[in-house]
């Protein structure tokens, strides 16, 4: 059996993976090429972001994520009502998502403490600069991406919460569930960094937090209210 995870920012559809992870905005399916690709599990995200204020896309932007290898896509480029940018990144399922599966699964763990409600909901911002690794965990410390003390745990929008939606897959040969939230940049607030995303078990300060996922994407700076919509989705195939 394959897992799959995929995780999508802003009603954007999420990329596939063995366990893969997608984040968007709008509609996006990844090339499948993330983390693990000649694994039968491997992990990817799409990415997308609002900027309701724009009319024209920020076409030196653009060309400046280019040069560090991410090709965003706008949905809009001149006289525009609002600009939705979207990118297909690589995100990361961890040595203590895989053990949180079987500790679900199965009734038992391997390293991690993990009980019967260690369920994967909660999706958390980072503005951190850390690359992702299998070996990343929720307490890992400032040099990890998704880890508590890089996660944004202020009260300005981009606080870590449960997914906002969470859909159950429909019986078959696939089944997919969906998690997803929009966040909203409060009217005062700004952001210059956000660029990690991660897949929680518990809130920060909850029972028992471990990371699930965790992929990057920008840097991108938000504004007061900019949205930023996190989907998950996760596919199981016989």
């Not at 090429?33 to 799409?46: E, I, K, L, M, N």
């Not at 939606?165 to 966040?183: E, K, R, V, W």
């Amino acid at each position: 059996m394959v897992l799959v995870p995929l995780l999508v920012i802003g009603g954007g559809v999420g990329g596939y993976l063995a366990y893969a992870g997608t984040v968007g905005v709008v509609s996006l399916t990844p090339a499948g090429t993330g983390t693990h690709v000649t694994d039968t599990t491997r992990a990817q995200f799409s990415v997308s972001i609002k900027k309701q204020g724009q009319s024209f896309a920020d076409f030196a932007w653009m060309a400046s994520m280019a040069m560090k290898g991410e090709y965003w896509s706008a949905s809009c480029y001149v006289f525009c009502n609002g600009i939705t940018y979207t990118l297909d990144p690589t995100t990361v399922i961890t040595n203590q998502g895989l053990d949180v599966e079987q500790c679900l699964v199965f009734g038992t763990s391997t390293s991690d403490t993990c009980t019967h409600d260690n369920y994967p909901t909660v999706i958390g911002l980072s503005e951190s600069t850390a690359t992702p690794a299998i070996t990343d965990t929720y307490s890992g410390g400032s040099g990890q991406a998704c880890s508590s003390a890089n996660e944004i745990h202020d009260s300005n929008g981009l606080a870590d919460v449960v997914a906002g939606t969470i859909t159950a897959g429909t019986s078959g040969s696939t089944i997919t569930t969906t998690l997803a939230n929009t966040f909203t940049v409060a009217a005062s607030q700004s952001y210059s960094g956000v660029q990690a995303t991660g897949l929680y078990t518990a809130l920060n300060g909850g029972t028992n937090p471990l990371l699930y996922a965790c992929g990057t994407f920008g840097p991108d700076s938000l504004s007061g209210g900019n949205q930023l919509t996190i989907t998950w989705t996760i596919s199981r195939t016989a």
